[in-house]
């Protein structure tokens, strides 16, 4: 059974910082991508960063620069280092495992997530 728990998340002002970690058992995790999404009202689910099992990194837009995404294979667990943060990224960020070694922003390319972790930021 797949178990997908993110720690880290709370409250800070704006250009403060947070790291999100998220932690996975019961599944291969070096072998497949990981990423972080977070929900965006009347839409759903939108990425925010993602990182291959060889490492590779994407970003939205608006958080490059800003975000860093990585991954401890030996701790099965990913990050998201958030700095310079904006009142705009308040929101609950979900932890995404891949069902393949490559992924983009798709959701269909995901088949376990997490329950969430709340960011909130304050101007």
């Known amino acids: 059974q797949v178990h997908v728990v993110e720690s880290g998340g709370g409250s800070v002002e704006a250009g403060g910082s947070l790291t999100l970690s998220c932690t996975v058992s019961?599944?291969?995790?070096?072998?497949?991508?990981m990423a972080w999404f977070r929900q965006v009202p009347g839409k759903g689910r939108e990425g925010v960063a993602e990182?291959?099992?060889?490492?590779?990194?994407l970003y939205r837009d608006d958080v490059e620069g800003r975000f860093s995404i990585s991954r401890d294979n030996a701790k099965s667990t990913v990050y998201l280092q958030m700095n310079s943060l904006k009142s705009e990224d308040s929101n609950t960020y979900s932890c995404?495992?891949?069902?393949?070694?490559?992924?983009?922003?798709?959701?269909?390319?995901?088949?376990?997530w997490g329950q969430g972790t709340q960011v909130t930021v304050s101007s």
């Open positions: 019961g599944y291969d995790f070096n072998r497949y991508c």
């Open positions: 990182i291959d099992a060889g490492g590779s990194t």
């Open positions: 995404a495992v891949g069902n393949s070694m490559f992924c983009r922003f798709h959701p269909s390319d995901f088949d376990y």
